[in-house]
């Protein structure tokens, strides 16, 4: 069991570039998060799913996409990336049983 | 939404002595609460929990208390150890598909 797997660790942008992360999880979770991390705000929902083919907007919704086209997989999308999305991401899954699993994060720079 | 805030930011404490993390929360409708620790460069990964129809659970040195008329709950660690300091994240779910992070509290267990 890999548990909760993101792609890639670590990515730099150039301002307006795009790009995805991958998240993938092996544990036949239903749900499905991402997240962000800034010094000194913890952890904040950017998307979520609650089952294959389903997504949700969370706190910080705004200039990411997600899919969910396979229950293993949630994609997070930057169309157009910003240096204010530089930040650490957090993909994370759970059963109905609520305990969160998350991945191991991807640090973005976006310059 | 839900708002959770989480005190103190920061926390140093001699080795052998307690620490406690504090966090309050807004919606009555929450009625589950993880605490997560975060090491250096790591993902979170929950420590412990508490649903709110229980007032206490104890795990070893780490016990959660659940105070649901006052909206807050705590996180008690004793007999601290150098292997505790990390950041610590309480969080609340008020409908078992979102989880609210607070902002965190950075623990330094001083040897």
């Known amino acids: 069991n890999a548990g909760v797997t993101q792609t890639p660790k670590f990515r730099v942008l150039k301002t307006g570039q795009s790009m995805t992360l991958l998240c993938a999880q092996d544990m036949n979770h239903e749900y499905m998060y991402w997240y962000r991390q800034d010094p000194g705000m913890g952890l904040r929902l950017i998307h979520y799913?609650?089952?294959?083919?389903?997504?949700a907007k969370g706190e910080v919704p705004d200039g990411y996409n997600v899919s969910r086209l396979k229950k293993q997989n949630f994609l997070l999308g930057l169309e157009s990336a910003a240096p204010s999305q530089t930040s650490v991401y957090f993909c994370a899954s759970k059963q109905n049983d609520e305990k969160l699993f998350f991945g191991s994060g991807t640090q973005l720079s976006v310059l | 939404g839900e708002n959770v805030e989480q005190h103190p930011s920061t926390l140093s404490v001699q080795e052998g002595d307690s620490a406690v993390i504090k966090c309050t929360y807004s919606d009555s409708a929450s009625n589950y609460f993880p605490w997560y620790k975060q090491e250096l460069g790591k993902r979170p990964q929950l420590i412990i929990d508490i649903r709110s129809n229980v007032g206490e659970k104890k795990d070893q040195r780490i016990a959660v208390t659940l105070n649901k008329t006052a909206k807050h709950f705590s996180l008690h660690i004793t007999e601290t150890q150098p292997e505790d300091s990390a950041v610590y994240f309480c969080?609340?779910?008020?409908?078992?598909?979102?989880?609210?992070f607070g902002t965190g509290t950075s623990l330094t267990v001083i040897p």
């Open positions: 799913s609650v089952g294959e083919g389903t997504t």
């Open positions: 969080a609340a779910s008020p409908m078992g598909n979102q989880f609210y």
